[in-house]
């Protein structure tokens, strides 16, 4: 393992490598932006290992995880080019990074990867996360494929179609009275006091480091202009962000692309606060990203800005019709969340003739 120490990305302490760290003990999670950890490695000495396994595995000297794991298998997702849509937009190259081939149909389980990893090195029995479905989904799969308990806390609106999904792979499933926010408090409270291990992505800091491996296999294949993601917390973006850096430190890529974060104009805290803006709090129907407190907010600007990106609102009008245009012009069927990106990169007049992926974060339509 190359993972040397752990830097708080809010006040900058650093600790030791340790399977179970959490947030910053210093900053905490009460209040503001919460104290989130960022794995730093040895990059010299892992860029001498050649890079074995499959999936997020392949990854294996990036990650924090001591050995590689036999569980199910995440990660070498395709990228499926889109010619139609490139040609209808004045794009040079439009691929979709097609994350809903993942064993659980989304992102989400890259992170799970690593979780779970961790989980088993700890000695965990018990895992647990708050979530609007997409993480509960795929850390109950994953439990239910190593045989560990998995309890999982979703908000109230949470569709039949994803509760079928939780109740498939056996977990306990707690309903929360409110949105995802007062769930991901319930999950917290529950789970410390029980020190089962915590599939939390802006708390857990080593999530992240499995959501990295989307942006690494990408810069093994293409070095694109433009990478446009749905935001939530902002883990994946920041991920996705990190992943690049690496790459480029790697010798895989050049130069960063130019990262564009997307949100619905409903719940747009962190285009609000990337602009300086605000705005009325609304609803939509993107489940996955509708977080009105988001937490990795640090670490999401700090990748926006080191690759000069930006943040963008959509509606979700347009992402109605941006889900329908994958399918029928793509072949690929996106949930709502992901069909975001469409409707972004239709606003993002600098990417004319440029390269551009969109992550495909996740493919459930519910
Ligand atoms: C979780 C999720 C996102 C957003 O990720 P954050 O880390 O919360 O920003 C985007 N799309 C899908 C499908 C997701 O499940
Ligand atoms: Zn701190």
């Not at 000695?123 to 479905?133: E, I, N």
């Not at 080191?306 to 009008?317: E, Q």
């Not at 012009?329 to 007049?349: D, K, Y």
């Amino acid at each position: 393992m190359f993972a040397t120490v752990l830097e708080c990305l809010r006040c900058g302490a650093q600790y030791a490598m340790d399977p179970r760290a959490y947030v910053c003990p210093r900053c905490g999670a009460d209040d503001g932006d919460p104290g989130i950890l960022d794995v730093h490695y040895d990059y010299g000495a892992a860029r001498s290992r050649t890079f074995s396994s499959r999936g997020v595995f392949r990854y294996a000297p990036l990650l924090p995880a001591r050995e590689v794991h036999e569980i199910l298998p995440a990660g070498d997702t395709p990228l499926v080019e889109a010619p139609r849509l490139a040609s209808e937009l004045g794009i040079g190259r439009l691929f979709l990074k097609d994350e809903t081939r993942n064993p659980t149909r989304c992102l989400k389980d890259r992170a799970t990867t690593v979780g779970m990893a961790l989980a088993i090195e700890s000695g965990a029995q018990d895992v647990y996360c708050a979530s609007a479905g997409n993480a509960a989904i795929s850390l109950a799969g994953f439990a239910a494929n190593c045989g560990m308990r998995c309890h999982v806390f979703v908000p109230n609106r949470v569709s039949a179609a994803r509760l079928d999904w939780l109740r498939r792979f056996g977990a306990d499933v707690r309903i929360s009275a409110g949105n995802y926010d007062s769930a991901f408090e319930e999950a917290e409270r529950e789970g410390r006091a029980k020190g089962w291990y915590s599939r939390n992505c802006a708390f857990n800091p080593f999530l992240v480091e499995g959501k990295k491996t989307c942006a690494l296999e990408i810069a093994e294949e293409i070095e694109p202009d433009f990478v446009i993601a749905p935001v939530g917390d902002g883990c994946t973006l920041g991920a996705i962000g990190k992943g690049f850096r690496e790459a480029r430190e790697l010798g895989l890529i050049e130069r960063l692309p130019r990262l564009v974060g997307v949100q619905a104009e409903g719940v747009r805290p962190l285009v609000d606060r990337f602009c300086g803006t605000r705005s009325a709090e609304g609803e939509t129907a993107a489940a996955s990203i509708a977080v009105r407190r988001p937490r990795n907010a640090i670490r999401l600007f700090r990748e926006i800005e080191a690759s000069d990106g930006r943040m963008i609102a959509v509606s979700d009008d347009r992402i109605a019709a941006a889900q329908r245009k994958l399918a029928e012009e793509a072949g690929v069927i996106a949930e709502f969340t992901s069909a975001a990106t469409l409707a972004a990169l239709e606003t993002v007049e600098e990417a004319r003739g440029k390269a551009v992926v969109l992550l495909i974060t996740g493919g459930r339509v519910d």
